[in-house]
Each structure stands twice: as C-alpha cells, then as structure tokens.
C-alpha cells in the first residue's frame, strides 16, 4: 500500500503561479495529478512515469503546468504557471502500480486526499 500526502495548495490571481506536490510512501510505475472543479467529473491534468520521465498533459494546461519528479526524496510535484479560474478545483496526486502512461483514473490505484486551488479573476 502506497500512501500519498498533497500539499501547496491556496488562493492566487489568475496569472499567477503555485507549486503543487506530493509526497509518496512507495514506488509505483506511474504519478499523475487530476482535478475535480464543483459538479464536474475529476479529469486528468499530468502524468509522469518514475523510471525514465516520460510525462503527458491534458490541452488545457499543456505549456502552463511541468511535472517533475525527485527520485531522492520521492516526490512529485506539479508547478503550475499562468493559472486561470478555471483552474480552480482540488487537486489528487494518484500512483498506478502497473506500467503504462494511462489518463484513465481508473487506472490508479493510490490518491491522495487533495488540495485545494483557488483561482481567482
């Protein structure tokens, strides 16, 4: 069993910038971060894979949002630039234990408990 811890969480401007990360008890194959606005669906946002840094984005925030990972301190964070309102939502780290660069949520089997974004105009 793999647990995750979120932090970095707040209240910015749009245009501004916050530092999500997430701090993992384990190793898995793949990390990734998605969100979930009020009355929407929870939707992909990035992912990496931990062995060699393969990452992918969702559209909406390719060129804004980098994924990284530290393999010393176990770590995966999301440093989001340029944010908008509709950024706003609660953000989950989640790790996959099989292979595989996958954006289906289900696919994962270990989240964290989220953090909060809030963007405001």
């Known amino acids: 069993q793999v647990q995750l811890v979120e932090s970095g969480g707040g209240l910015v401007q749009a245009g501004g910038s916050l530092r999500l990360s997430c701090a993992a008890s384990?190793?898995?194959?793949?990390m990734g971060w998605f969100r979930q606005a009020p009355g929407k669906e929870r939707e992909f946002v990035a992912l990496?894979?931990?062995?060699?840094?393969?990452?992918n984005y969702a559209d909406s925030v390719k060129g804004r949002f980098t994924i990284s990972r530290d393999y010393v301190k176990n770590t995966v964070d999301l440093q989001m630039n340029n944010l908008k309102p509709e950024d706003t939502a609660i953000y989950y780290c989640?790790?996959?234990?099989?292979?595989?660069?996958?954006?289906?949520?289900?696919?994962?089997?270990?989240w964290g408990q989220g953090t909060q974004v809030t963007v405001s105009s």
């Open positions: 384990g190793r898995t194959f793949t």
């Open positions: 990496i894979t931990w062995n060699d840094g393969n990452s």
């Open positions: 989640a790790g996959r234990s099989t292979a595989g660069m996958s954006r289906w949520r289900w696919d994962y089997a270990y």
